[in-house]
């Protein structure tokens, strides 16, 4: 029986023989199988990523939106032309000249 088991050969070699001599087709698709399947999921996890910083980008945006529409309403409110006229006047004791007292200048 020695003798049986020593002409025949490993099963590991006859796995190794048939993966890589017969099925060296189907080895080669096994593996391109694992390497689209990781392909994948990392374009999955990529867009999962991008998605994220996509909406956290729109938040700001939308924030900076109000921030801004704030800034140009008190802006406008500061430059309105009563406002500046009242504190002219109350602060650094500004009035308007008489109609006598103006000066016109020419420019050549």
């Known amino acids: 029986?020695?003798?049986?088991?020593?002409?025949?050969?490993?099963?590991?070699k006859l796995i190794g023989l048939d993966i890589f001599g017969?099925?060296?087709?189907?080895?080669?698709?096994?593996?391109?199988?694992?390497?689209s399947a990781i392909g994948v999921v990392l374009a999955t996890h990529?867009?999962?990523?991008?998605?994220?910083q996509r909406e956290n980008l729109l938040l700001e945006k939308d924030i900076l939106d109000?921030?801004?529409?704030?800034?140009?309403?008190?802006?406008?409110?500061?430059a309105e032309h009563s406002r500046v006229q009242a504190r002219s006047v109350r602060e650094l004791d500004?009035?308007?000249p008489a109609p006598d007292k103006?000066?016109?200048i020419k420019l050549r």
Do not use: Y
Request: with cysteine; aromatic share 4%.
């Open 102 to 104: 103006e000066v016109i």
């Open 22 to 35: 017969v099925g060296r087709l189907h080895a080669i698709l096994l593996i391109c199988i694992f390497l």
């Open 94 to 96: 500004m009035e308007r």
């Open 66 to 78: 109000g921030e801004w529409r704030n800034l140009i309403l008190e802006e406008s409110a500061l």
């Open 46 to 52: 990529n867009t999962r990523q991008m998605t994220v």
């Open 1 to 12: 029986m020695s003798k049986d088991t020593a002409s025949q050969p490993s099963l590991t």
